[in-house]
């Protein structure tokens, strides 16, 4: 609760919300601050993806090249992901199996306006670039 809502006052925010019945959607400065972000990023990644498609390309073939090294263990790649989700802020899901599409999945649903918007703003940078 902010300050404006604990003296009464609604803020133009939270009239907006009411006047278009979006209040059930749990929508806050902060969460639309980050739609916004993913939005750019999304257009951004789009536009650089179209603009630079050669040099993704080589950018893949390396990754894919470093991934066939490491299966023949040649060399060694490690990840932590306790340090990722804490650098990212990546909320942790539980799951029982050990799928990985299913905690793609499970991660999607929990942050679906994130995704959504990051894919609208990954298709307008196509478009565009």
Known sequence: MTGNEAAGKATWFDTLLQKLRLDKLNLSTNRLVEIGIALGAGFLVGFLLKR???????????????FILHQFEIITITINPGKMQELFGIQQTVTLDTNLFMVYWEWIKLNMALVLSFSIGLLIGLKIG
């Open 52 to 66: 630079c498609a050669s040099y993704v390309f080589v950018a893949i073939l390396t990754l894919v090249g470093l």
